[in-house]
């Protein structure tokens, strides 16, 4: 029993301190109860297969993949619009969708979900998305408990009467106590999170600049001004044929810039796909296909007319006519003095051939030359725009003594969303939520969400299987997977049964609110340090026998236990969608014990004064 409390309060230091990182403390914790002989290696790692670390790994990339293609933004846009520019109104907004949501879906279900709409919606007020994000997982913890479903220590308590011999809890039943949950908790979040989370400085990596967007660029070198997009029907000349060999810079005096292949069933949504081409000399044209053409619009529509091609007549629409960016981008280079295509024409350099990158602009004393630029001869310090695949475009960093590489085109790769995909994205979710919401489907919530996550892969809302990986966290994974197997070391060893023993022989004598206050906050203080689930499973049967050994309604004392269970918001790895949250927001621990430990205290002592009035005993 000592080796384990010693263990347990030199992880709570360090995870306090600050001064080691979460996952390595949990880590070392679980290792220290491994080499002590308090667990085998079995219980030492049942953590890491249990459902909820299963079901936070496919929720990050469900996440990552409304995010990646754009779901998240179209979603806070609509947001925004009822939220405007005010924060008060934005975080008053945060926390009654979160609660509306979270009292159907699981919290951490919840909280990976909204994650991703919440950075986009802070970054449209320019806002730190830290000063929103611990709120939002405090409100799906407190809307967790609206429903029986809400949370698992929920069913915890719903079982544990069950099994007693005691009638079911409703569905609804827990809804009084939410709503309360919310209330309060909102009214302490909003001053709160004000005064500790207000952080000036950078926002998130997501958001900081590293140069001009690329939309910006388009619009300053007057790109779309030019653009035309072409389409090639079934019965254009151009079927078959490969780009280099029509020369249309040379016949037309317009240049190709890429190619839009779209391939898509019309029986299956999902099979839709699009497929951005640069407009390589051997791409071949097919049916169907999109040319982005940039040129007057007098021998953009000569070359149309001989081909067989449908002009759209989108180009006074920049949505439509500028450039999209998928697979290829743009990016400026600089040329330096040190280079060898000083005094070479952009024909000559052979752009296309050497690199695979066309030249749409060339930036030469704040003028912009558009026209005729194959002819143009380099100069030092010119500002050439090239645009090409992503990946060629990072090549370009290699060569310093040629160029130099305005902003970090691969950190903007990462950030353009693969829009097309957004609706996809929202069947995916919306079925995952369905799953999780009707019981009448027979399929387990964390089958759900892996076959989310894999839907999330297979239907292209990634661009390839290791962007996937990277959505995931796996600091908090493994904090919370390495500190499970906590709460068996307890309960092996007698501290949990210690604690419960107290408890009734202290306070039993008493009145039973002073009883239920005890098991309530017990239940709080273990929840700092191990999680909320395994905290519940071990005080439920604590409190039933409290009850019934002071002869009173059992209703109160396990509703005791999953608030204070549910109620922890002083540690990051409590609960998960405290974990969630953690890495996005840029939190430490003391960050948590600043907000959430009044957030805690005062809102146990609130549901300690309400639960009798509620569920009397």
């Given at each position: 029993?000592?080796?384990?409390v010693?263990?347990?309060l030199?992880s709570?230091?360090f995870f306090?301190?600050g001064?080691?990182r979460s996952?390595?403390?949990?880590?070392?914790?679980l290792?220290?109860?491994?080499?002590l002989?308090?667990?085998e290696?079995?219980?030492?790692?049942?953590?890491f297969?249990?459902?909820?670390?299963?079901m936070?790994?496919?929720?990050?990339?469900?996440g990552?993949a409304?995010?990646?293609?754009?779901l998240?933004k179209?979603i806070s846009?609509?947001l925004?619009?009822?939220?405007g520019?005010?924060?008060?109104?934005l975080?008053?907004?945060?926390?009654v969708?979160?609660?509306?949501?979270?009292?159907?879906?699981?919290?951490?279900?919840?909280?990976?979900i909204?994650?991703p709409i919440?950075v986009?919606m802070?970054?449209?007020?320019k806002?730190n998305?830290s000063r929103?994000l611990m709120?939002?997982?405090?409100?799906?913890?407190m809307?967790g408990?609206?429903?029986?479903i809400?949370?698992?220590?929920?069913?915890?308590?719903n079982e544990?009467?069950?099994?007693n011999g005691?009638?079911?809890?409703?569905?609804?039943?827990?809804?009084?106590?939410g709503?309360?949950?919310?209330?309060?908790g909102?009214l302490?979040?909003m001053?709160?999170?004000?005064?500790?989370?207000s952080?000036p400085?950078a926002?998130?990596?997501?958001?900081?600049?590293s140069?001009?967007?690329?939309?910006?660029l388009?619009?300053e070198?007057?790109?779309a001004?030019n653009?035309h997009?072409?389409?090639v029907?079934?019965?254009s000349l151009?079927?078959g044929?490969?780009?280099?060999?029509l020369?249309?810079?040379?016949?037309f005096?317009?240049?190709?810039?890429?190619v839009?292949h779209?391939?898509?069933t019309?029986?299956?949504?999902?099979?839709k796909n699009v497929?951005?081409e640069?407009?390589d000399?051997d791409?071949?044209?097919?049916?169907?296909d999109m040319?982005?053409v940039?040129?007057?619009d007098?021998?953009?529509?000569?070359f149309?007319s001989?081909?067989n091609l449908?002009?759209?007549?989108?180009v006074?629409?920049e949505?439509?006519?500028?450039?999209?960016?998928?697979?290829?981008?743009?990016?400026?280079i600089?040329?330096?003095s040190t280079s060898?295509?000083?005094n070479?024409?952009?024909?000559?350099?052979?752009f296309r051939?050497?690199y695979?990158?066309s030249v749409l602009g060339?930036c030469?004393?704040?003028k912009?030359i558009?026209q005729?630029i194959?002819?143009e001869?380099?100069?030092?310090?010119?500002v050439?725009?090239v645009?090409?695949?992503w990946?060629?475009?990072?090549?370009?960093?290699?060569d310093?003594n040629?160029w130099?590489?305005?902003?970090?085109?691969?950190e903007e790769?990462?950030?353009?969303t693969?829009?097309y995909?957004?609706p996809?994205a929202?069947?995916?979710?919306?079925?995952?939520?369905?799953?999780?919401?009707?019981?009448f489907?027979p399929?387990?919530p964390?089958?759900a969400?892996?076959?989310?996550?894999?839907?999330m892969?297979l239907?292209?809302c990634?661009?390839?299987?290791?962007?996937?990986y990277k959505t995931?966290n796996?600091?908090s994974?493994?904090?919370i997977a390495?500190?499970?197997p906590?709460?068996?070391?307890l309960?092996k060893?007698g501290?949990?049964?210690w604690?419960s023993?107290s408890?009734?022989?202290?306070?039993?004598g008493?009145?039973p609110?002073l009883?239920m206050a005890?098991i309530y906050?017990t239940t709080?203080?273990m929840t700092?340090f191990?999680s909320n689930?395994a905290t519940?499973?071990?005080?439920?049967p604590?409190a039933?026998?409290?009850?019934?050994q002071?002869a009173?309604s059992?209703?109160?004392?396990l509703?005791?236990v999953?608030l204070?269970a549910s109620?922890?918001?002083?540690?990051p790895?409590?609960?998960?969608?405290n974990?969630?949250?953690?890495p996005a927001?840029?939190?430490?621990f003391?960050?948590?014990?600043?907000?959430g430990?009044?957030?805690?205290?005062?809102?146990?002592?609130?549901?300690?004064?309400?639960?009798p009035?509620?569920?009397?005993?």
């Open positions: 029993m000592i080796e384990t010693v263990i347990l030199l709570v230091f306090i301190s001064k080691v996952d390595i403390v949990a880590l070392c914790s290792v220290a109860l491994m080499v002989g308090i667990l290696p079995a219980e030492a790692l049942s953590g297969s249990n459902n909820v670390i299963i936070m790994v496919g929720l990050f990339v469900v990552g409304i995010f990646q293609t754009g998240a179209m846009s609509k925004m619009k009822l939220a520019n005010s924060e008060t109104k975080f008053i907004l945060v926390m969708v979160t609660s509306l949501m979270g009292a159907f879906v699981s919290n951490t279900g919840t909280v990976a909204m994650i919440v986009s802070a970054m449209s007020v806002m998305p929103l709120p939002l997982a405090f409100a799906s913890s809307s408990m609206m429903t029986l809400g949370t698992p220590p929920n069913l915890v308590i544990a009467l069950i099994n005691y009638e079911g809890l409703g569905f609804f039943t827990f809804l009084p106590v709503l309360i949950c919310a209330f309060v909102t302490l979040l001053p709160l999170s004000k005064r500790f989370l952080k400085g926002l998130s990596g997501a958001s900081a600049s140069g001009k967007s690329l939309k910006t388009v619009k070198y007057g790109i001004n653009l997009r072409l389409q029907h079934s019965r151009l079927i044929k490969m780009i280099g060999e020369d249309v810079r040379n016949n005096g317009i240049n190709i810039i890429e839009r779209i391939e898509r019309q029986r299956n949504i999902l099979s497929v951005q640069a407009a000399s791409t071949i044209l097919r049916a169907d040319l982005y940039s040129g007057t007098e021998k953009v529509r000569l149309a001989q081909y449908e002009v759209l007549n989108d006074e629409d949505s439509k006519s500028g450039l999209d960016f998928y697979d290829i981008g743009v990016a400026e600089v040329v330096m060898s295509v000083v070479k024409t952009i024909k000559e350099v052979e051939t050497k695979n990158l060339i030469r004393n704040n912009y558009l005729g194959a002819d001869a380099i100069h030092v310090g010119d050439l725009l645009q090409g695949s990946d060629h475009i990072g090549s370009l960093e290699k310093n040629e130099i590489v305005v902003g970090r085109p691969l790769a990462a950030k353009v693969l829009d995909k957004a996809v929202a069947i995916i979710m919306l079925a995952m939520i369905a799953v999780m919401v009707f019981d489907i399929i387990a964390v089958t969400v892996m076959i989310a996550g894999l839907l892969v239907t292209g990634f661009r390839n299987v290791e962007a996937a995931i796996w600091e994974i493994v904090l390495a500190m499970m906590m709460s068996v070391a309960q060893t501290v949990s049964e604690i023993g408890l009734v022989s202290t306070l039993g008493y009145s609110m009883l005890g906050f709080s203080f700092m191990i689930t519940a499973v071990l005080m439920a604590i039933m026998s409290a009850a019934q002071v009173v059992p209703v109160p004392f509703f005791a999953t204070g109620l922890c918001f002083a540690s790895f409590s609960t998960p969608p974990a969630l949250v953690m927001g840029q939190y430490k003391s960050d948590y014990v600043k907000v430990l009044p957030l805690q205290i005062i809102l146990g002592i609130v549901m300690i004064l309400v639960l009035l509620l569920f009397p005993f």
